[in-house]
């Protein structure tokens, strides 16, 4: 069993996944400080200094200063403001791989054409010899035909 597990763990492709699963996490860590410390400030002060991680609906009816007093407090929030910035970091992920597996299906070469279905027998339907004139499997007579 442990070579088994062993074999499985050496595949190409499970390594691959993990560095792939690795470097994904990373970059979603610099994507999320880009929407958060970068991108939305500006957006935020356009929109008439909003924000959007502040942003929540107070479900409770008493009032809070704030979003963090109102989570401290443990009020039950729905804090679309934090919903937005996931849903931009979500964007902004899949538009970046989006380009980056477009540009590199294109470095790849093109995969082969299709082989050509093989030539068959119009009365037994096995396949014979492109180039033959009787078939092998019934003895009829395939001259020319496909």
């Not at 993990?18 to 996490?25: D, L, P, R």
């Not at 959007?52 to 989570?71: D, M, Q, R, T």
Request: with cysteine; net charge neutral.
């Amino acid at each position: 069993m442990f070579d088994e597990w062993k074999k499985f763990l050496m595949r190409g492709n499970i390594i691959d996944l993990s560095v792939g699963v690795v470097i994904g996490a990373a970059f979603g860590k610099i994507v999320s400080s880009f929407t958060s410390d970068i991108l939305m400030p500006p957006l935020g002060l356009v929109l008439g200094k909003v924000d959007f991680s502040n942003l929540y609906i107070n479900l409770s009816g008493v009032e809070y200063e704030s979003f963090s007093a109102a989570k401290e407090a443990g009020a039950p929030i729905i804090a679309y403001g934090a919903f937005l910035n996931v849903c931009l970091d979500f964007l902004i992920v899949a538009t970046a791989i989006f380009i980056l597996l477009k540009q590199v299906n294109r470095l790849l070469p093109a995969p082969p054409p299709p082989a050509p279905d093989p030539r068959k027998c119009p009365y037994c339907r096995e396949v014979v010899a492109d180039d033959a004139t009787k078939c092998p499997h019934c003895a009829s007579d395939i001259k020319g035909k496909k």
